[in-house]
């Protein structure tokens, strides 16, 4: 059995929506022997008969070596290199179901960008509750990864994170490309955080641009986001400089700014008026930052963070908040210094 200290050689990518095509795509194409876990049978069979899937990404031609599979034993049989690829709320249930199969010393790596609802947790502890192993068995890829541009081939840069370098390093070689630079950081707290709270600020952001308000106000909900995350990353331990980095500033400029993103999409759509309902229905991919927004709340209200940003998010995607009340809310908040709480 292969030890999670030497070189990764098989992976195996639970969740076959975009992000975990994409990446099993990305570990493939770098030579990784990869492995596609896919709820529906009639997807599994077209990434393993035609390689595409049409569902997710259609057009997209995908390697040749990439395998897929419904059987769940079938995919981790041998596997170093087990990746977590589903909606955030999700994660528990589904890898309860999974866990049987975990071979020994297989690294879990999770490319979710969600705060499980109910435990205020982030992906990596809901992993090493559930799977029952050291977080030094655990890993985090985020950063500025619109799918998009990705499957195009277009230059990208992302963050491996894990607190064991040797497992962090193994993994930035299992998917490292001429097009896909992944940088190593130890400080997976701050990465998650970047992944999940930024969600959270795309939907603010969207809302303003469904309004029709300008580049002021993007400007500042960004920046003001920035500080939200890192206030909270703070109360939380992390790094700050992570904040700075890829996986902080780089993914909320990704996921603000561009019409690629579900979260922002879906928050341009709140913002020109339609109801949650009539938005949810014209969303055909989980945009996480809509349930995720309200345990990111949680979580800052239980170490006394100040996000108001957050805040009015919350009121406005599950409390018939409007989105001008939400404006003015923000607006007439009392004067502060600007960094104020870090």
């Avoid at 179901?97 to 947790?121: F, N």
């Avoid at 580049?215 to 909900?221: M, P």
């Avoid at 957050?310 to 210094?337: I, Q």
Wanted: charged share 20%; hydrophobic share 45%; proline share 6%.
């Amino acid at each position: 059995m292969t030890s999670y200290g030497e070189k990764m050689t098989k992976a195996a990518v639970f969740g076959s929506g975009s992000w975990g095509t994409t990446f099993a795509m990305i570990l493939a194409e770098a030579g990784t022997q990869t492995i596609l876990w896919g709820r529906r049978a009639e997807v599994v069979e077209a990434i393993d008969r035609r390689h595409e899937n049409p569902d997710y990404l259609p057009g997209v031609r995908l390697p040749d070596g990439l395998r897929a599979t419904t059987d769940p034993a079938e995919a981790m049989d041998g596997a170093d290199l087990v990746v977590l690829a589903v909606p955030a709320q999700t994660l528990r249930g589904n890898l309860a179901r999974w866990v049987p199969y975990l071979p020994d010393h297989a690294v879990l790596v999770s490319l979710m960008k969600g705060i499980e609802q109910g435990t205020c947790k982030r992906m990596s502890e809901v992993i090493c509750e559930v799977a029952e192993v050291p977080l030094e068995r655990v890993a985090v890829v985020s950063g500025p990864n619109l799918v998009g541009e990705l499957v195009q081939r277009q230059p990208a840069a992302t963050v491996v994170a894990s607190v064991d370098p040797v497992v962090a390093k193994r993994l930035q070689e299992a998917c490292h490309l001429p097009w896909f630079r992944p940088y190593t950081n130890p400080d997976v707290i701050g990465v998650e955080l970047g992944g999940a709270v930024k969600n959270v600020i795309a939907l603010a952001v969207g809302v303003a641009v469904g309004m029709g308000l300008g580049n002021n106000v993007a400007a500042t909900l960004m920046t003001r986001g920035l500080a939200e995350i890192s206030r909270l990353g703070a109360a939380l331990g992390a790094d700050p400089h992570t904040f700075a980095g890829l996986a902080g500033m780089g993914d909320l400029i990704a996921t603000c700014t561009s019409p690629l993103s579900r979260n922002r999409t879906f928050g341009e759509n709140l913002g020109r008026g339609m109801t949650l309902e009539e938005v949810v229905a014209v969303t055909k991919q989980t945009a996480e930052g809509v349930k995720s927004c309200e345990s990111v709340l949680e979580l800052a209200r239980k170490h006394g963070v100040e996000m108001p940003i957050t805040e009015v998010v919350v009121g406005v995607v599950h409390d018939g908040l409007s989105p001008r009340e939400a404006a003015m809310l923000l607006m007439s908040r009392t004067p502060k210094p600007e960094r104020y709480g870090l």
